[in-house]
């Protein structure tokens, strides 16, 4: 079986990937005798199989990788619960309870970020990834497959397959995200290895950090003429929300337009429905994305000018909308 035979992301699962794995269905699937496919149907049976495989194997990372920054957080750096007399860490709720709590933070606070970039980024890098290195074996097995690892001038040892990196790739943009999420709303800054994008106009300052681990920046929010400093709170100076207003004040989209671009690139994006959520994204993991605006092909009304819309009567805050709609397809 070839090393990258499931892709990382659910856009690539296409009709010309299921033409060309086909062949290897029959080693997930008893049932299947052929190695080659009689009609269209077949070839979506293949591509909604293989996409179930590879959720599968993004809930092992995320629910192993998650239980390794519990065991982490436990045992290496004795990091306790918040006015609990001692009580350790159970889940990942409880690591973020601590993170976000100030005492913890603010005592000793540059050890306190050498902690977190460890857990942040720590356990994917080598001599401490053993665990997926695992998981992916017991996924191996549980098929009974093995990679095709006739690859000239790479180590054995070096090998990546699909497995580790879906599990991989799923545990780092979770875990990445979750960390940031509660660092920045709760203190306004947060940890990444990301450099910043140069020519891009943003709100956020980073400052070059060598950790203990490795290097990165703090990325923290700049201040604006007002003094005030801009964080996950102040939501209506989201990148969401500006996405918003573009769309509907430049563009002329109504609100019912922009439900539908991002339901659309949700689907593009995830293969599934845009769920009825209310989550922040940050401004970065937006940039990164390099979301844009699209108008549709049809009759719109001219929005006021005003930041907030009607929509079916009810008053809609744009705020609220960016981030109801925008969010969930990063991952």
Same mark, same amino acid.
């Given at each position: 079986m070839p090393l990258k035979l499931l892709p990382l992301n659910e856009r690539h699962f296409t009709t010309n990937w299921a033409k060309g794995t086909y062949c290897y269905r029959f080693l997930f699937d008893l049932a299947i005798t052929s190695q080659s496919y009689k009609n269209d149907s077949e070839l979506e049976d293949w591509r909604m199989q293989a996409l179930q495989m590879m959720k599968e194997i993004k809930q092992i990372g995320i629910a192993y990788g998650r239980q390794e920054i519990v065991n982490l957080a436990r045992g290496h750096y004795g990091m306790t619960m918040p006015h609990s007399c001692g009580s350790k860490p159970t889940n990942i709720d409880d690591v973020m309870s601590i993170v976000e709590n100030e005492e913890w933070y603010y005592d000793n606070k540059?050890? /306190?970020q050498n902690i977190i970039y460890h857990l942040m980024y720590g356990l994917t890098r080598?001599? %401490?990834?053993?665990? %997926? *290195? +695992? +998981?992916? @074996?017991?996924? *191996? /097995?549980? @098929? +009974?497959?093995?990679?095709c690892q006739d690859v000239v001038g790479i180590r054995k040892t070096k090998l990546r397959g699909f497995v580790y990196s879906i599990i991989n790739s799923k545990f780092s943009n979770s875990t990445i995200k979750l960390f940031r999420t509660v660092m920045q709303r709760k203190y306004g800054e947060f940890i990444t290895v990301r450099k910043p994008i140069e020519n891009v106009s943003s709100r956020f300052t980073y400052t070059q950090r060598q950790f203990l681990g490795g290097s990165g920046y703090i990325v923290s929010c700049d201040r604006g003429t007002d003094g005030k400093e801009y964080d996950n709170s102040d939501s209506y100076e989201s990148i969401g929300s500006r996405w918003i207003k573009m769309c509907i004040e430049d563009r002329n989209m109504t609100v019912a337009d922009v439900h539908k671009v991002v339901d659309e690139l949700y689907t593009t994006y995830t293969g599934q429905i845009m769920p009825n959520v209310n989550n922040m994204v940050s401004d970065e993991a937006l940039i990164n994305n390099n979301l844009t605006c699209v108008t549709p092909n049809k009759d719109i009304k001219t929005p006021t000018k005003t930041d907030r819309m009607v929509n079916n009567g009810k008053e809609k805050d744009i705020t609220f909308l960016g981030e109801l709609v925008i969010c969930q397809f990063i991952c």
């Open positions: 540059v050890y /306190k080598s001599g %401490m990834n053993a665990w %997926m *290195l +695992q +998981q992916e @074996h017991k996924w *191996l /097995k549980k @098929h +009974q497959i093995k990679y």
